[in-house]
């Protein structure tokens, strides 16, 4: 099966997007054709990759599978990335064409890279309203293999700079039969998707899932107050959140608002387990955690409803091996810690035009997730710490290395070191320590100016302290262990808060 192919499993006259879009599987189908149309004509063939910046809608599922149809790659952008981030993905990726909401001005930042491409931007507003109806077929394009790269997911490393984690039909349709196998999804339900449809955990499960069983998804492009209403008012059945709305939506709603929902699962960062306690306490039903990487299309384990484990992210889906091994890659003994691994058909097929970092990331079959875990009697795997310096919040990743980088360059700052500190409604926030150049004084409404050119919003610390030096090691290395032991005490002493 291949992704695009997921239009025809639900009853044409059934209704795919429900709330104020109201539309058909009949008429997703016909949309999709018409993109591909569109796309087609525009010069998009098999193995393009071709960009897309858009917030949740219709207009974004159209444009994904109509690329998808075309054998071509898409390469969903992150809504919040500033303009050179934008720009490095564009020109990794070496894109052509670039599917928007509203043209972005990426010029300048394209030319810093030497991007010597020209960089179409089809404007979705501006093709979508005189779309001819669609021809029955392209003959042109050929028969697609599952084997085939449907997408490429940018996702942040330790180093810095973002890699494409290239994704086949095959690791999209195994990962949504297997995490639908594991959850009570069917054709009556109806599906809030309010996570961004760009990050796997939505596509895969509120978006694919929902046209795997021929569901109906409801979908918001924000997540604000008037979501309680959204999941009222169209007799939700399924909720997919992370943490933090869930901490959010226990002040924002009633018992009585949530009276139609079965199933609310979570992912994209660990679930508190006094946040679960609290909303079984006010809405009376569990919340199911769940456990993913982009790398693995994303889901890997998932409690299952029959029984749940508070502060586990649950068991394997069907069809994927999880363990946890040492450093030797040998198996540990139950309740002893070590690295998660997993190997089976969701796993990515490589990191794009990174043979060195794919083969240390995926080796003998098994993708090495970086996470430190251990596992149960009963196969629940439970998530201890990262071995990498990833900072989560509210469910978008922030790597250290690639704020640094930016802090590095602002005139008064000597060094940087950044560090996440716990935070009650993100789960983390970005702090940076700093090294002052001699005689700087640390403007920060000037620095925030700064790196809010740079950086998307959220990986913008929200603390600063300057220091007068950075704990390091003998060779010079800034010691990150050290540096969160004394994080209370630096952040309380010197910290300003955004």
Known sequence: ????????????????????HGVTYGELQAKVRQYRDFLYGQGVRPGDRMGLFA??????????????????????????????????????????????????????????????????????????????AATEELREIGAAD????????????????????????????????????KLPVGAADTVLCVLPMYHGFAWTCPVLGSLLQGATIVIADTFTKEIVATVRDNAVTIVYAIPAMYA????????????????????????????????????????????????ASPAVCFNPPAKTKP???????PGNEVRVADEQGNDVPVGVCGELLVRGPNVMKGYYNRPAETAAAIVDGWLHTGDV???????????????????????????????????GAYPAIAEAAVIGIDDRVRGQTVAAALVL???AALDEKDLRKFLLKNLAAYKVPRVFAAVAALPKNALGKVLKPALRQQAGEIFARGGAKG
């Open 1 to 20: 099966m291949l992704v695009h192919e997921l239009v025809n499993r639900g009853q044409s006259d059934k209704t795919v997007f429900g709330g104020k």
């Open 55 to 132: 917030k949740n809608s219709p207009e974004f599922v159209y444009t994904y599978l109509a690329v998808a149809s075309l054998r071509a790659v898409v390469v969903p952008l992150n809504f919040l990335l500033a303009a050179p981030e934008i720009a490095f993905i564009v020109q990794d990726a070496g894109m052509r064409t670039l599917v928007t909401m509203g043209r972005l001005d990426l010029d300048e930042a394209l030319a810093a890279y030497g991007y010597r491409e020209r960089l179409e931007q089809l404007i979705i507003g501006e093709f979508a309203p005189r779309l001819p």
């Open 146 to 181: 599952e084997d085939e790269v449907c997408a490429i997911i940018y996702t942040s490393g330790t180093t810095g700079r973002p890699k494409g984690a290239m994704l086949s039909h095959r690791n999209l349709i195994s990962n949504v039969l297997s995490f639908t196998a």
């Open 248 to 295: 959010v939506l226990i002040n924002w709603a009633e018992p009585a608002d949530f009276r139609t929902v079965t199933l609310f699962a979570s992912g994209g960062a660990s679930l508190p387990e006094a946040l679960l306690a609290r909303f079984k306490a006010k809405f009376g039903c569990n919340i199911y955690e769940g456990y993913g990487l982009s790398e």
């Open 311 to 317: 502060g586990s992210i649950g068991q394997a889906l």
């Open 373 to 407: 875990a251990c596992r149960d009697e009963e196969g629940y795997f439970f998530i201890k710490d990262r071995l990498k310096d990833m900072i989560v919040i509210s469910g978008e990743n922030v790597y250290p290395r690639e704020v640094e980088e930016v802090l």
């Open 437 to 439: 150049r001699e005689g």
